[in-house]
């Protein structure tokens, strides 16, 4: 059973995890280390608040201590330079209310966790880490890896970020385009955990989703002539204008054919189109942002489900699956095409993702082919999928769901 005390720490981390490494990082110039002292600090609440109780703000007091273990291990290296005695003092003066951290700290950390001395593989599982605050677990399924994977990525991408004296800064404006491509990358990653939890017991995470659409518009703004910056805000703009009508009451999903639109955030809607426009505007090719983000304005702007235009969600997704193909892109599209043209066609496209052995281990492609099975009468068949989907998700909201359809099924 895990504790009040844990549980509130936890929801501490989430919400104030990436601040506290950034101020940290910029402060130590080292990430790795960062976390690290990060990490202490959160074993010393864990200590220390169940007796003691929250204090008033928890991430002004984890950001202290971890500042003060800083410290610690500076004064006990037999030979401090003048760097660190500067640091030091800095430090130790620092008020523990006054902790204000700067807003494009947390950018700086994405920068920096995306440097390209590390592989793509190892920008991705760190920059989560660091500032999405997700653990090894949530990463893996995120990724579709083992978790030793994970960690490994996670431990050689600091190592290499020490060797490589990499410093915490955002890189100089001529340095930008070389590092977009996987800052945005990593950046809708962080959305996607919001949007749509891997575990837990919520079905999203909106402080995450919210972070990562304020880091999408500062970088847009700092690269107004990438096109493909501007279709990531304009996709998470628009996917996020549904939240208010993805939960019920108690927090329940509600899935899009039963979301009442009247409650989905207009305003937003008018900016997730704006951007994708001020994207079309450059006159390239639409990038893989662009194209999700042009399905994503469909839902948008469609009176219902079945007044969707699914024929032309179809087509986007084809030529998604050209520029980005990865196995989830298929399993959309095989959705798409049950809505624009039958079950059968697309039951055809999941079971050959089935046979590839695409999304093994994942609760999505049995959730999907059990919808399909129902649509065709195959009860008993939708129903072993169904509850095999639940077994797969990790989130508990989502397998509460997939439950529900099975039961459903009965009788």
Not at 129 to 142: F, K
Not at 328 to 348: D, F, H, I, K, Q
Not at 357 to 374: I, K, N, T
């Amino acid at each position: 059973m895990i504790s009040t005390t844990a549980r509130q720490i936890d929801a501490v981390w989430r919400i104030e995890g990436a601040r506290i490494v950034a101020t940290l990082a910029k402060h130590t110039g080292d990430l790795g280390l960062a976390e690290d002292l990060a990490q202490v600090a959160l074993v010393e609440a864990l200590e220390q608040w169940p007796a003691a109780g929250v204090p008033r703000n928890p991430g002004a007091w984890l950001t202290a201590v971890a500042k003060r273990r800083a410290i610690d291990q500076w004064r006990r290296r037999a030979a401090l330079d003048e760097r660190y005695r500067a640091m030091a003092h800095d430090l130790s003066e620092a008020a523990e209310d006054a902790w204000e951290p700067i807003d494009d700290d947390v950018l700086r950390l994405v920068f920096t966790a995306c440097h390209p001395v590390l592989s793509r593989e190892s920008q991705v599982a760190l920059t989560l880490r660091a500032v999405g605050g997700l653990s090894t677990q949530e990463i893996a399924r995120m990724l579709l890896v083992p978790v030793p994977t994970v960690q490994a990525r996670i431990t050689r991408a600091k190592k290499t970020l020490a060797a490589a004296h990499v410093p915490f800064e955002a890189p100089e404006p001529s340095q930008w385009r070389e590092r977009l491509g996987g800052v945005l990358g990593v950046v809708y990653l962080i959305f996607t955990e919001g949007y749509a939890a891997t575990s837990g017991d919520r079905w999203m995470r909106e402080d995450l989703a919210h972070e990562a659409l304020r880091l999408g518009r500062i970088l847009s703004g700092l690269v107004p002539r990438e096109p493909e910056a501007h279709a990531l805000v304009a996709l998470m703009e628009l996917q996020a204008s549904r939240f208010a009508a993805r939960i019920d009451a108690d927090g329940a999903p509600v899935l899009l054919a039963d979301q009442d639109r009247a409650r989905w955030d207009w305003a937003q809607i008018r900016r997730g189109r704006d951007a994708l426009a001020r994207a079309d505007a450059s006159g390239r090719a639409r990038g893989a942002y662009a194209l999700q983000a042009a399905i994503a304005e469909q839902h948008a702007v469609a009176a219902s489900v079945e007044a969707t235009d699914w024929d032309e969600i179809v087509v986007l997704y084809e030529a998604l699956g050209r520029i980005a193909p990865s196995p989830v892109v298929e399993l959309n599209r095989a959705v798409a095409v049950a809505m624009a043209t039958g079950p059968a066609t697309a039951l055809r496209i999941v079971d050959r993702l089935e046979q590839e052995g695409a999304l093994g281990g994942s609760h999505l492609l049995p959730s999907v082919r059990g919808e399909l099975l129902a649509r065709l009468g195959r009860t008993e068949e939708a129903r072993s999928e169904l509850r095999l989907a639940a077994g797969l998700a990790a989130n508990e909201r989502e397998a509460a769901v997939l439950r529900g359809k099975a039961a459903a099924l009965e009788g």
